[in-house]
């Protein structure tokens, strides 16, 4: 059996904030960008990685949720309790620089981890923590 990553979702509450920080700072190729219902779907995607599509979806993507739902999951989006996403990268401090410079929130400057990779973490527009990771060489 041949099982591979197709997608993934982050949970965002800005898509136009989203964008800017997914395609601009962080270099991803916008695939699609589809309105339904009041809501927006934004997949984009690593040029490397046609294969594997990263949708920027509402925090509740379900046009018949309560408001009482939908509150709850704003408010656990602006918390950072929604999603993670690790990136892999061949350079952790300068994808590290990049994205500090750029304006990214910082969460954990570049560390060696015991577990075999060097990391840093920061927070996307919408709060979610986002993990960029290399291994280190042997």
């Given at each position: ?53 990263i949708v920027l979806e509402p925090p ?79």
């Amino acid at each position: 059996m041949d099982i591979k990553l197709s997608q993934c979702f982050i949970a965002v509450d800005d898509h136009d904030k989203a964008l800017s920080f997914y395609r601009d700072v962080l270099g991803l190729e916008v695939r699609n960008d589809v309105g339904f219902e009041n809501m927006r779907w934004v997949t984009v995607g690593a040029p490397s990685q046609p294969e594997v599509d990263i949708v920027l979806e509402p925090p509740l993507a379900d046009p018949n949720a309560s408001a009482a739902d939908r509150q709850a999951m704003a408010e656990l989006l602006a918390k950072g309790l929604l999603r993670a996403v690790i990136f892999a990268t061949e350079d952790c401090d300068a994808t590290f620089e990049r994205i500090r410079a750029a304006g990214g929130e910082v969460l954990q400057e570049p560390i060696d981890q015991p577990y075999g990779v060097r990391d840093c973490a920061f927070r996307d527009p919408a709060g979610n923590m986002l993990r960029f990771t290399q291994r280190k060489s042997k």
